[in-house]
């Protein structure tokens, strides 16, 4: 009987820290420990949960063009947050860029609800470290199809941050602060959409919008076929598709998933070289986040941005392509 007692409040306070971080994802984090098997946690999940359930709201809110077209946008433009700057920036440091521009692209991807910065960047670059091994937070060949989808990031086993990892960015306090309070940019732009909506309505009123229905499509729809659009690289991306390079690992290009991800689905030339910020090597494999990069080094916002060289992109060796 004592010792069940004694259970207890370790029960409870892991209770109260799994929904203190919630608000506070770096709550306790220091003296997290994790035993057995990475699972879920459904009680961490809820808030995914919530988000996936607000999407039904379409059937009392319906629809209008100008709501499916700002969600839409809202969709393409964070996915550049996450594709351009969480991964080929954070993740790889292809390209340069201020301080002041880091930042914003950090808000920018909090925005996506997909964690901060220094967690999604530490967590995918040990992901290229250990690509497909028992050891991979996400691989479809250990852990199925569902788990490589969605199911590593709801658990506990891999909810810290990887800081070291990312120790590079983790030094800037405004990067910290981003990921520690993960939740508060994307509360922000429901709030933001849901305004959006409303001025809208008062000033626009033949757009045929509101509040309501710009919160549902603007925010929770267009965030959740985000979050499954960027999930299809960490799945469908080592499942389906074409391997041109030899990577020893399952990952492969898909012209469909590079469409949805802005240039992603080019995943086993990204695996063979993740130095170039270009990840469709060739002008027919279309990467629009790249071109969106070098729109932006046009007009001096990025620099350094790193292209593929031709012997890599060729598959040869430097010393060969020096010979020839």
């Known amino acids: 009987m004592s010792d069940v007692t004694a259970l207890q409040p370790s029960k409870a306070q892991n209770l109260k820290l799994t929904v203190l971080r919630w608000f506070d994802s770096w709550a306790g984090i220091e003296d997290m420990k994790v035993e057995g098997p990475p699972k879920m946690d459904w009680i961490r999940c809820i808030p995914l949960i919530a988000v996936h359930v607000m999407c039904l709201g379409i ?4 629809w209008s063009w100008t709501a499916v077209a700002v969600a ?3 969709y393409f433009v964070r996915m550049f947050a996450i594709t351009g700057w969480y991964h080929r920036y954070f993740s790889h440091r292809t390209f340069k860029t201020s301080r002041a521009c880091q930042f914003a692209f950090a808000v920018l991807g909090g925005s996506c609800a997909q964690r901060g910065p220094l967690w999604w960047a530490g967590h995918h670059r040990h992901h290229h470290i250990a690509s497909d091994t028992p050891d991979d937070v996400h691989s479809p060949l250990h852990g199925g199809f569902l788990w490589s989808h969605m199911g590593w990031f709801t658990s506990q086993t891999h909810f ?3 800081l070291k990892n990312i120790a590079d960015f983790a030094k800037f306090p405004e990067l910290r602060f981003l990921d520690r309070f993960d939740i508060l940019v994307p509360t922000l732009a429901g709030f933001g959409m849901f305004g959006l909506g409303k001025l809208l309505e008062a000033y626009a009123p033949s757009l045929g919008t509101n509040g309501p229905q710009m919160l549902i499509w603007g925010f929770f729809v267009s965030t959740v076929v985000l979050i499954h659009g960027t999930c299809t690289i960490n799945s469908l991306s080592h499942v389906y598709g074409s ?7 399952t990952s492969r290009n898909n012209f469909i998933l590079a469409l949805i991800t802005m240039g992603e689905g080019w995943h086993n030339n990204h695996h063979y070289y993740p130095a170039s910020t270009r990840q469709g090597f060739y002008w027919w494999e279309v990467d629009m986040t790249y071109y969106c990069l070098k729109a932006m080094e046009g007009v001096g916002l990025v620099w350094d941005i790193k292209d593929v060289p031709i012997y890599v992109r060729e598959g040869k060796s430097k010393q060969d392509a020096i010979a020839v």
Request: hydrophobic share 35%.
């Open 160 to 162: 810290a941050p990887r």
């Open 59 to 62: 059937i009392w809110v319906g």
């Open 243 to 249: 391997q041109r390079y030899e990577t020893g690992d």
């Open 72 to 74: 839409t946008a809202f």
